[in-house]
């Protein structure tokens, strides 16, 4: 099983609103990733949680706030978002970091 | 920090042709480059690995190769099929901390 599960598949949000993106895997991976990708452009990366500790944030705005409950649960904690902040957002996991990268189909973000 | 480029960014060809699809990076002391598949509005699809000490990997009509002294893989496609169609993303990765996507190859197979 090489099953990344992403949850809520579609969000539309307002500006003052508080909402979360989950992302679960059962594979025993102790990488978890957040990537952000905008219409025809590559995924870009927001956070990496290595054995469930923030590793890399790429000065990615408070607004967006990373948290891994465990190693197998990854939430994207939203809060105050910018139109501009619509996207696709993606999880992904592997054994450790850097190690082949498995993700889930995404979250599509509507910012109103 | 490493960069990623792909070419071409997009290309057409009948069903039954062989291709391939270029990617190029700056840092060559990596340690891993994958290449994944994204069909519109999905998440991305792993189809190959390839560890810095392989020189190539091969999965059914797919093939990459890795060349990390020039800062090159390919992806070669073989008989492509209309359900070959989708943008192929290559990544490498970032002095080992995480991997940086190129901009993508946008694929159409024609029936």
């Known amino acids: 099983d090489t099953e990344v599960t992403q949850t809520p598949k579609h969000l539309v949000m307002g500006m003052t609103n508080k909402k979360s993106l989950k992302c679960e895997q059962h594979?025993?991976?102790?990488?978890m990733y957040w990537y952000k990708q905008k219409a025809k452009k590559p995924p870009e990366l927001m956070f990496v949680y290595s054995y469930e500790k923030l590793s890399i944030n790429e000065s990615v705005p408070s607004r967006f706030s990373p948290e891994c409950p465990n190693s197998s649960l990854l939430n994207l904690h939203l809060h105050a978002l910018q139109p501009e902040d619509s996207a696709l957002y993606l999880c992904?996991?592997?054994?450790?970091?850097?190690?082949?990268?498995?993700f889930g189909q995404g979250t599509r973000l509507t910012v109103v | 920090k490493q960069e990623v480029t792909q070419i071409p960014a997009a290309l057409s060809v009948p069903e039954g042709e062989n291709l391939v699809l270029n990617c190029s990076f700056t840092?060559?002391?990596?340690?891993?480059l994958q290449w994944f598949r994204q069909d519109p509005g999905k998440g991305l699809t792993s189809l190959l690995l390839i560890q810095s000490s392989q020189r190539e990997q091969t999965s059914g009509r797919l093939n990459a190769s890795l060349d990390k002294s020039s800062g090159r893989s390919t992806l070669y496609i073989a008989a492509s099929q209309p359900g070959d169609s989708a943008t192929y993303l290559c990544?490498?990765?970032?002095?080992?901390?995480?991997?940086?996507f190129g901009p993508g190859t946008r694929l159409s197979v024609l029936p």
């Open positions: 840092d060559s002391a990596i340690y891993n």
């Open positions: 990544a490498a990765d970032n002095y080992g901390q995480n991997f940086v």
């Open positions: 992904a996991s592997s054994h450790r970091v850097n190690t082949e990268a498995f």
């Open positions: 594979m025993g991976h102790r990488a």
